[in-house]
Each structure stands twice: as C-alpha cells, then as structure tokens.
C-alpha cells in the first residue's frame, strides 16, 4: 500500500454529501482531513468510517473544526490541514447551506443574504485562494497523477432558478465562475479545476421533503428515476483526483440523473 498517501481536504465532510466524498476518497487510498462547522459526533463518525474502509496504514483522517461563517475560521482551514497531514493535494470545496427560511426573491433579507454569501462563495474563494498559493510555492509535488486539484461540489442550481431560494441559486452560480477564474490562473502551475453540481440528493438534509420528491422523481423530472445518493459524488470526485480526467479543467460536470436537460 502507499506508504505516501495522497493528502485531501474536504470541507463539510462530517456528514451528507461531504461525508459520500470522503469515504470513496478513503477507499481510494487517500488521507482526508474532515472538515466540519459544529457536530462533533458526527465528524468523527466520518473519520471512524474513513480508517474502517482505508486500505493504507499511512493513511489519517484528523478531524479539522472551522466556522466557515467567520473569516477567522476560514483562515485557519488549511494551516490545521497543513499541520495534521504536513501538505494538501487537494482540496474539495464541498461545505456550503440553503437558503435560510427559503424566502420568495421579494422577501429575502440582507442577513440571509450574507449567510449564505459568506458560507457559499465567500469561504471557498479564500481557501482556494491559501491552498492555491500553497501549491504555486510547492511545484512539482503534488502525490496525485496530474498534479494539484480544486474541486467545487456546486448544484443544478447554479443554472436552474428557484424563486424561494434566489440567494442560494446566485451563490451557486457565482462558483461556477470561480471555478473557472481558478482554473485559468491554476493551469500554468499544473493544477487543475473542476465543479460538479449535483441535483436532487438524499442526504439528512433532504430527508424532511422526501415525500414531496419521491413522485416527482418517479414522475420523470429525473430522467434517471432515482435519487442521487452522497457515493455518486464521492465517486465522481474520486475519479477526477486519481487523473482520469487528464485534459479537463474548468468544466462544469453534472451529477444530476439528467434533470437539467431541457425536456420538450
């Protein structure tokens, strides 16, 4: 097994989607640091799981604690991953939340503006912008085939529009364009960059509208008929960081069963 493992930072990854990513990243050989907000129990559920599936007994899954609401939270974010696995490979830019009381476009507040702009867009600029420097002041280090990777776990709703959720649906829109900024500035230095954006997921988060879901995706609106499980990211971010996707970068991959395909 390697001896060297391949260092990861996942933010949001004591549960839900965060948690599908670092366990397929587990079982790919790869250390991750967990990254979560307040749940302890659940962060170290995750790194429990991670050690459980891992194949490599170099491999750590240190749990890293950070308020990605506070810029001082955000700031710190790399330096814990730094000093628990001693470099960073990748960095998978998962955390992020709805839009608070899901307010029609005419009733949304400035503070649940700033919500969700501080956690959605504010957060992973800044710790792709330390980890990118990280990587410009290490080249030619990186222990993935392909070099350094940036990930964006986005949502359909970077492109498909909801009323009760403006907010939010503007932050994910906003990711897809600093996906594509980093890229281009990332290139050179042999990183690449890429944003998935899944669609309707079941995850905890999701578990309180289910009923309301289940018939519409049985009805169609998924062509795929079938919910998005946290592992169809997981493997999708698996993928891309093992170097299966060699001349990609910047592109927006869809994890969604085909919802956002235009249906006549």
Known sequence: MNANPPAVLVTGSGRGLGKGVALELARAGMSVAIHYGANDAAAKATAEECAAVAPGAAQLFPLVKADLFQSSGRDVLIDQTLAA??????????????????????????AAWDEVMDVNLKAPWFISQKAARWWVEHPGESRLEGGFKLVFVSSVSAEMASMNRGDYCISKAGIGMMARVFALRLAAHGAQV???????????????????????ISGGKVPMRRWGQPSDVGRAVRSFLIGDLPFCTGEAIYLDGGLHLPLL
């Open 85 to 110: 696995l001693g470099r960073i490979d990748a960095l998978v830019n998962n955390a992020g939340i709805t839009s608070p009381g899901r307010a029609d476009v005419l009733d949304n507040t400035e």
């Open 194 to 216: 890429v944003e998935f954006r899944p669609g309707i997921m079941e995850t905890d988060m999701t578990a309180a509208v289910k009923e309301k879901y289940d018939p519409i």
